[in-house]
């Protein structure tokens, strides 16, 4: 379970928010909502344990995500704003260099199946710089695909720039997840319920 | 009373104030003191005549310009293990007089190594070190001065602080561990002064009223620090009008 | 640890491959620099001789400049940064992989090209191979003590500017005592001393560097 | 493995670097990284040949001397060992005194006087009135005189 208790933080002079509390049990989900500049992105990266709060903190199964932070950081998958490609190599390079880093280590062959499944076989082998921000996006939600069996997903604007196909296959698989177990939290500017069972956090 | 209560911005800043008042007049009085005696009872010195005054200048700033930046490092340190705002913002504080003193320290130093060295500058350990010194003090200011967010600015220079300290040993001991063209210290922990009485009187008063001076100063500049950072807390216009 | 390590290691060898051009740029920048020293000076061997290795030493120092800024800024821009955080491994570590890799394709060329420029400058060959293991010990401290100024200076306005602001001082003793060896070999004085503070600074700041640019990482990240 | 012994590892490898390092520092300082020489490494040779460098010693007692043109000045340079002649032209500075401290850069001729292209006085940490140097100075002179 995710647990946030009291979580408060600012931004210099300008203050993201404050006292905030909610959690997130499995076979959940929590749509994180606002307007730009609403801190968003800051959420979820205090969830992913990427910056500490000012006020309060953010439990995993009951400890402090920054006390155990290795343990912690090999149960989810985050997603955020900036994909983390290299523009100068291939798809399917950045994707095989990258994930030994987070904890798997697929062979070839996986790697290449995962592209051909995500719709960009014509285009796995170019340097990522080739590509359209659709494309990347969809490079880098593969990502799941090796690392589905983590518990907490967090997932920063995943819809954004994808076409409809690769949205519908996207909810597949998110609903796969919450429906096995799984945690979900994400953000979203989609104003249609892309996953209806999920809890709503608007923050203003 | 609470004493912990001071660690906080909101009951520090009218404490500062108080404060601030009584190390000037403390620093004004001692520098006068300090003066006197330097230039009117502390005798001659043997071998270099006049010139040696300047000792009373030189000698308080420049340890003044290390133990400001171990203090600086001291307070940054604290603010990023216990992140703690105050001392953050007193380490901040400290930096430019920290500067200043190091600048002192090597400008009377060529004015009075032209006349008993016979140059303004050598490129011997203790000076390069006290150099390296000021060039840290800068690299310290323009590091916060360029990062917007308060918060990440006191944590970056923290670890820049921390990474300097190193150079503060070399300075103080450079002149025992090489030959330096640069004299060992007069004053130490672990021998008798070899100075006379009243020279040595005048140099712990003068170094005494440089470090009320350099309280005083940081003090009103936290003041100033806490008045742009806090400015959007309520407790900074209810106490405008009290303090 | 260790497989993250080299996967580091590998991907930014990769990386620099693909950008070749940034190596080269470094490595002419080198070599035009030290050689503006004899146009300027004049060209009596005997001068040259003994300016030589300073000269040399300068040049590789501020290469070392120029490429820093590339060490973290893009990983910085792109995400990259942030992988190495989730990855959940010790982050120092993985830190001492990016800058190895970052010497090896900026310092060592500098250092394998080195003596060619001793040369311009009459050295004789003990000289050179002096100056070449000098600039094996002095050129990874130079990168590991750069990258601390580079992680702090993440995102800033004028980052690289100020890099160079924060970090020269700190290269002075590198500079003073790798050149310094070479200088004192010429004269025929014993260089132990020397020796032994690019030793000793070699080994500080790989134990402490690391520790330093992981925790600037962290700051600049929030 | 677990991360605990990860940073164990890592700790305990950081902290042989550092030993290490400390070692290398002590082994520096043992070594002569020196701003000058003394007369008796002068006379050993272990000094730059053909090279400007720096000397430093005491002024010897009665050296001090003036050629025929006015401007040249000879005095030797003694760690009360041994003694180096030296040969400067210029100005020199206030506190330069016999059996005073002098650093002076140049280099060494064939005939072994060291030719100074500069001349400086190092003074000691020592600061006394005129009137207690002397009495030390009396003090000094009647204790050599009972020996």
Not at chain 2, 199 to 221: D, E, H, K, N, Q
Not at chain 3, 84 to 108: C, F, N, R, Y
Not at chain 3, 176 to 189: E, K, M, R, S
Request: aromatic share 10%; net charge neutral.
């Amino acid at each position: 379970m995710l647990e946030v208790k009291n979580l408060g933080f600012s931004r210099g002079r300008n203050v993201l928010f404050e006292a905030l509390n909610f959690s997130v049990v499995s076979n959940s989900a929590m749509r994180v909502t606002g307007s730009n500049g609403s801190g968003k992105t800051t959420l979820l990266r205090l969830l992913a344990g990427l910056s500490r709060p000012d006020q309060g903190m953010v439990y995993w199964g009951g400890e402090s995500v920054i006390k155990n932070y290795s343990d912690f950081v090999k149960s989810i998958n985050f997603i955020g704003h900036d994909d983390g490609l290299k523009k100068q190599l291939t798809a399917a390079e950045n994707l095989k260099l990258m994930l030994p880093l987070l904890g798997v280590s697929p062979s070839n062959q996986e790697v290449d199946s995962a592209l051909d499944a995500a719709g960009l076989e014509y285009v796995k082998n170019r340097p990522v710089m080739h590509m359209s921000a659709g494309q990347k996006r969809r490079v880098t939600l593969t990502r799941l695909d090796f690392m589905s069996h983590r518990a907490l997903w967090i997932l920063d604007e995943p819809f954004t720039s994808l076409d409809v196909a690769a949205i519908s296959s996207l909810v597949e698989k998110l609903k796969n997840h919450i429906e096995s177990g799984g945690l979900l939290v994400f953000t979203t500017h989609q104003s249609f319920d892309v996953i209806p069972q999920a809890t709503s956090l608007v923050l203003d | 009373m609470n004493f912990w209560q001071y660690s906080s911005p909101q009951y520090f800043y009218p404490l500062a104030k108080k404060m601030a008042i009584i190390f000037f007049v403390l620093a004004c009085i001692l520098t006068v003191w300090g003066l006197y005696i330097g230039f009117f009872v502390a005798p001659t010195d043997f071998q270099q005549g006049e010139s040696y005054r300047i000792i009373f200048i030189h000698v308080p700033a420049a340890w003044m310009s290390m133990i400001i930046y171990l203090v600086m490092s001291f307070w940054a340190a604290i603010g990023l293990i216990m992140n703690t705002r105050l001392s953050s913002m007193l380490a901040q504080a400290l930096a430019p007089t920290g500067a200043l003193m190091t600048f002192i320290a090597l400008w009377t130093g060529a004015f009075w190594g032209r006349p008993t060295w016979g140059a303004w500058w050598v490129w011997d350990a203790r000076l390069t070190s006290e150099l390296i010194l000021l060039f840290l003090y800068i690299g310290y200011m323009a590091l916060r001065a360029s990062i917007e967010d308060p918060r990440r600015a006191d944590r970056a220079s923290a670890i820049l602080a921390l990474v300097g300290v190193v150079n503060v040993p070399i300075i103080y001991f450079s002149v025992k561990w090489w030959n330096t063209l640069h004299q060992g210290a007069s004053v130490s922990f672990t021998k008798s002064p070899s100075m006379a009485t009243s020279m040595l009187t005048g140099m712990l008063v003068m170094a005494l009223a440089f470090w009320m001076y350099s309280i005083a100063v940081s003090l009103v500049r936290v003041r100033r620090i806490i008045r742009d950072r806090e400015a959007n807390a309520g407790w900074l216009n209810e106490s405008r009008g009290a303090s | 640890m260790f497989s993250a390590f080299l996967s580091v290691l590998r991907k930014e060898l990769l990386l620099a491959f693909r950008q070749k051009t940034d190596v080269v740029t470094v490595l002419f920048f080198f070599l035009i620099v030290s050689s503006l020293f004899p146009l300027a000076v004049g060209p009596e061997l005997s001068t040259l001789k003994i300016i030589g290795p300073g000269v040399i030493w300068v040049g590789a120092l501020l290469c070392s400049l120029l490429a820093l800024h590339r060490v973290f800024e893009s990983d910085f821009s792109d995400g990259s940064l942030e992988h190495l955080v989730l990855s959940g491994e010790p982050l120092s570590i993985l830190v001492i992989a990016k800058i190895a890799a970052h010497w090896l394709v900026t310092g060592l060329p500098v250092v394998i090209v080195a003596p060619l420029i001793g040369l311009q400058f009459g050295l004789p060959s003990t000289s050179l191979i002096l100056l070449v293991g000098t600039l094996l010990l002095g050129t990874p401290v130079l990168s590991l003590i750069g990258s601390i100024g580079a992680a702090l200076t993440l995102g800033v306005r004028g980052g690289a500017a100020l890099t160079s602001i924060l970090i020269l001082p700190f290269y002075v003793p590198v500079l003073i005592f790798g050149a310094g060896a070479v200088v004192a070999d010429l004269q025929g004085l014993s260089i132990d001393g020397h020796i032994s503070v690019l030793l000793a600074s070699l080994c500080i700041s790989v134990a402490l560097a690391p520790l330093a640019i992981a925790s600037a990482i962290k700051i600049a990240l929030e | 493995m677990k991360p605990r012994y990860k940073r164990l590892i890592l700790v305990v490898v950081a902290l042989a670097l550092l030993t290490l390092g400390a070692t290398f520092v002590l082994k520096a300082f043992r070594s002569n990284l020196v701003f000058f020489y003394t007369p008796t490494e002068v006379l050993a040779g272990q000094v730059p040949d053909g090279q400007a460098f720096r000397i430093g010693g005491m002024v010897q007692e009665g050296s001090v001397g003036r050629k025929e043109d006015g401007v040249t000045v000879r005095f030797e340079v003694t760690d009360t060992i041994e003694n180096v002649p030296v040969q400067f032209i210029g100005i020199l500075p206030d506190l330069f005194q016999e059996g005073k401290g002098v650093v002076a850069q140049g280099r060494i001729n064939a005939e072994g006087i060291f030719l100074a292209d500069q001349v400086l006085a190092k003074h000691d940490e020592n600061y006394m009135p005129p009137e207690a140097a002397e009495a030390l100075e009396r003090a000094r002179k009647i204790k050599m005189d009972k020996q």
